[in-house]
């Protein structure tokens, strides 16, 4: 049986997830990271393919992490729902 320091902790708990969440799905607007001459990914760093780009010019992520900041949304929209 849970106690109302069990249930305060499990909602800050979500709480903060969330707010974590919300910043990391977010993208910052500027585009992929170019401060070596070369489009790279900011979240892992990996280079952004020319094709990407070519689809996706602002593409900030690589496709892996695109992929994870989708997800993560995905989840994000589902906490909000709860």
């Known amino acids: 049986m849970s106690d109302n320091v069990d249930e305060s902790q499990a909602a ?41 780009l070519a689809k996706v010019p602002d593409a900030e992520r690589c496709v892996t992490c695109q992929e994870e900041a989708e997800r993560c949304a995905a989840r994000q929209e589902t906490a909000e729902q709860d």
Not at 24 to 52: K, Y
């Open 12 to 52: 800050e708990a979500k709480s903060r997830q969330t707010a974590i969440d919300t910043v990391r799905c977010r993208p910052s607007g500027l585009g992929p990271d170019m401060s070596d001459g070369t489009p790279r990914c900011r979240e892992c760093g990996d280079d952004i393919p020319a094709a990407r």
